[in-house]
Nanobody
Framework: QVQLVESGGGLVQPGGSLRLSCAAS???????MRWFRQAPGKQRELVAT???????NYIDSVKGRFTISRDIAKNTVYLQMNSLKAEDTAVYYC???????WGQGTQVTVSS
């Protein structure tokens, strides 16, 4: 059974940083990996993508603040989040495109 396990969420003040991790039980090198987020009362939205060849893409609202990366040897994808804002508050989910697998999510709360 494929598992994606997110970690690294928490409570942070505006302007702070967090690094989310997504540890996969299968190879991530052959698949596009994505981070989504879902705020209360809102639809889940795609935040960042890293393709199998290492190309990255971001939604406009996080460009310059968030960085997606991966460690293929550890089958782990990361989301470095800097200059966090209140509107970044959400549950963040990792997604493996090949097979359509989701993680359980990790809560990020940005508040003073």
């Amino acid at each position: 059974q494929v598992q994606l396990v997110e970690s690294g969420g928490g409570l942070v003040q505006p302007g702070g940083s967090l690094r989310l991790s997504c540890a996969a039980s299968v190879s991530i090198s052959i698949s596009t990996m994505r981070w989504f987020r879902q705020a209360p009362g809102k639809q889940r939205e795609l935040v960042a993508t890293i393709t199998s060849d290492g190309s990255t893409n971001y939604i406009d609202s996080v460009k310059g603040r968030f960085t997606i990366s991966r460690d293929i040897a550890k089958n782990t994808v990361y989301l470095q989040m800097n200059s966090l804002k209140a509107e970044d508050t959400a549950v963040y989910y990792c997604y493996r495109v090949v097979g359509g697998y989701w993680g359980q999510g990790t809560q990020v709360t940005v508040s003073s």
